[in-house]
């Protein structure tokens, strides 16, 4: 009996030991600037928004872009469909308040059947097609398809963003989408610089290589060599600043598809041009490779524009062909290089964003919530201490211990799965001090009872604690059930609390059964106990 109890002891210490070095130990070094090994910097416990400071971010996904893309890339796929097939036709457009739509006019009467069988190989999947009469057909695209596409813009919109995020470097970032609608929230603890993630997160980043066709130039001159009306496979796109002799008002016509895009990019760094200017070097994939070497090897002494969010930013002129590298000169600073290589390597947005609000936490507001949660937990602990030293007397110290012990795996847990600590968090660390002082006031209850029915001081330990073990065992669940509903359903400071309050349960059940019963065991192999005090 008594070397298991050792051993119990023993492994009671060493838990306490382990939790406090790797969540208690970091909180204070970093206090009182004690000296802390890396890997324990590695795993502190992290602070949320509301206790470190920083920026909240809701946002909406425009998704009509997304099916005004697709519905864009389907019309143009069967403009070159039938053309190759001659099959005439007057018109291909996609309205500018109908992203889900797009029509064709002018097909003849005999021609009708081949159109039908031309539309079906790349429409019919995805769009319903519709007869006007008089050779106009529009195409709608299927309800399931276009609910796919909004929440797929919306799913990838997010995994951009959290790319993007980390790329920036922010500790323990919180991405979320709320339930049930396109918009999305974006936690940033310790930003200060707002404006700058905002237009990193914002940009859509999608780059195109287009072919020249006219341009640069301005857009009057450029309409006038297609006798005012462009064909429908091209558009023209204004330049940068940059990308014309420092000219602003300057226009290029281009093909509306791109042989190779942003997609195609397997690495994008910063580095320097010819003239050791700030550009950014890429990398394609294999697949974007051959496309690449094609284009450019089939179209030597014509010039490309690299087209990025429809704008051009420069235009080189092809001298040979280029394969699987390439590099993007456009008057960048060092920063926009760098910003425009982290968009680029985190992929292009499926569509843009507005910003529907912007809330902003100071550092110095942090740390008043900081020191506001950390007094209103010891005076719980104070308090909590107090009551059970009067009311059950030198039993209360059981308790006491058995509490700073869970309180102190609670931050050692926290810290090591990576838990984020916010404001609704201390909440529910407070809270698990309330749940950890009722567990042992249903075990002492107990073992007062058995003591008033005669029984020994071990005897009723042992009633106590095995009586009482499945009432605390129910509790626990069903507060754990909650605690799993809140994490669930709820949003960012919800999920803070429902977390704390979740692996203070766990660690509860440990504390107030093991810990606490080891040390009534420990106290009766010193001394015969004729009276227990409680």
């Known amino acids: ?10 492994a009671i210490v060493a838990v306490i030991a382990l939790f406090f070095t790797v969540g208690v130990y970091p909180l204070l070094a970093d206090h009182f600037h004690w000296p802390t090994p890396g890997v324990l910097k590695a795993h502190a416990l992290k602070l949320g928004l509301d206790l470190k400071g920083g920026v909240q971010l809701e946002l909406r ?14 019309s143009e796929q069967l403009r070159d469909s039938l053309k190759s097939g001659n099959i005439p036709f007057t018109a291909v457009t996609v309205p500018t308040t109908a992203p889900t739509t797009f029509r064709v006019e002018g097909i003849p009467p005999d021609r009708d059947s081949a159109f039908r069988t031309a539309a079906d190989e790349i429409a019919a999947n995805n769009y319903d097609r519709n007869p006007l009469g008089a050779g106009v057909y529009e195409f709608r695209m299927k309800p399931n398809v276009e609910r796919d596409l909004r929440e797929q813009a919306v799913d990838q919109t997010l995994q951009t ?3 993007r995020v980390n790329e920036l ?67 023209i796109v204004p330049g940068s600043p940059s990308a014309a002799g420092g000219e602003s008002n300057v226009f290029y016509v281009v093909r509306k598809i791109a042989t190779v895009t942003g997609q195609d990019l397997r690495l994008a760094k910063p580095g320097l041009d010819e003239n050791n200017q700030p550009a950014v070097h890429f990398e394609l994939k294999s697949g974007g490779a051959t496309k690449f070497g094609k284009l450019s090897g089939e179209n030597i002494g014509r010039y ?45 947005l499926p569509a843009s964003l507005t910003y529907l609000s912007e809330t902003v936490v100071g550092p110095s507001l942090g740390a008043d919530s900081i020191r506001s949660g950390v007094i209103a937990s010891l005076v719980g602990l104070l308090l909590i201490m107090a009551f059970m030293l009067i009311y059950y007397k030198l039993s209360g110290i059981n308790a006491i211990v058995a509490l700073v012990a869970n309180l102190v795996i609670l931050i050692g847990l ?48 042992n009633a106590g604690f095995s009586r009482v073990f499945l009432t605390l065992l129910d509790t626990h669940v069903a507060s754990l059930i909650s605690a799993l509903f809140l994490f669930q359903f709820g949003t960012g400071p919800i999920r803070g609390f429902a977390t704390t309050l979740s692996i203070g349960l766990f660690v509860n059940l440990f504390t107030s059964i093991f810990v606490s019963r080891a040390l009534y065991e420990f106290e009766l192999s010193q001394r015969r106990v004729p009276a227990l005090s409680i």
Not at 319 to 333: L, P, V
Not at 428 to 452: H, Q, Y
């Open 1 to 10: 009996m008594y070397k298991n109890l050792r051993w119990k002891l023993l």
């Open 61 to 74: 996904v425009n998704t009509d872009d997304a099916l005004r893309i697709t519905s864009t890339s389907t």
């Open 161 to 163: 963003i959290d790319r």
């Open 169 to 235: 470097g922010v500790t323990e970032p919180q991405i979320a989408r709320q339930p049930q609608n396109d918009q999305i929230i974006v936690q940033l603890p310790g930003v200060s610089d707002v404006a700058h993630a905002k237009d990193i997160i914002g940009k859509t980043a999608i780059l195109e290589f287009k072919l020249v066709e006219a341009g640069p130039g301005a857009k009057e001159d450029l309409l006038k060599q297609y006798n005012g009306t462009l064909p429908g496979e091209m558009e």
């Open 304 to 348: 490309l524009a690299i087209v990025l969010d429809n704008r051009v930013i420069s235009a080189p002129k092809l001298e040979g062909r280029i394969t699987d590298q390439g590099r993007i000169s456009g008057g960048f600073t060092a920063e926009t290089a760098n910003d425009l290589s982290l968009t680029l390597r985190s992929g292009s």
């Open 414 to 461: 926290m810290a090591y799965i990576g838990a984020v600590m916010t404001l609704p968090g201390i909440a529910g660390f407070v809270l698990t001090m309330g749940v950890g002082v009722d567990s042992n006031v249903l075990i002492f209850e107990r073992i007062k009872e058995e003591i008033a029915a005669q029984r020994g001081v071990r005897a009723a330990i």
